[in-house]
């Protein structure tokens, strides 16, 4: 009986280990891909330089008019 009880023992304490290590993997991961994320997606949108220098450039020429 104190066998079985020691066998239950050990499995469970595996077990609990087993899950502690996934939740750390997985917390680890998620910060290392939340660390990448500036370098491998730029989430900010493109700014239309040619188009507004374009815009400025015509309303600068047209006030010296």
Not at 15 to 25: D, H, K, N, P, T
Not at 42 to 52: E, F, Y
Request: aromatic share 6%; charged share 15%.
């Amino acid at each position: 009986m104190d066998t079985m009880i020691g066998f239950a023992g050990v499995v469970v304490a595996t077990l609990v280990a087993l899950f502690a290590a996934l939740a750390l993997e997985m917390a680890l991961l998620k910060a290392t891909l939340l660390f990448m994320q500036p370098a491998t997606a730029n989430r900010r949108t493109p700014r239309p330089d040619l188009h507004r220098g374009t815009q400025l450039l015509a309303r600068a020429y047209a006030r010296n008019k």
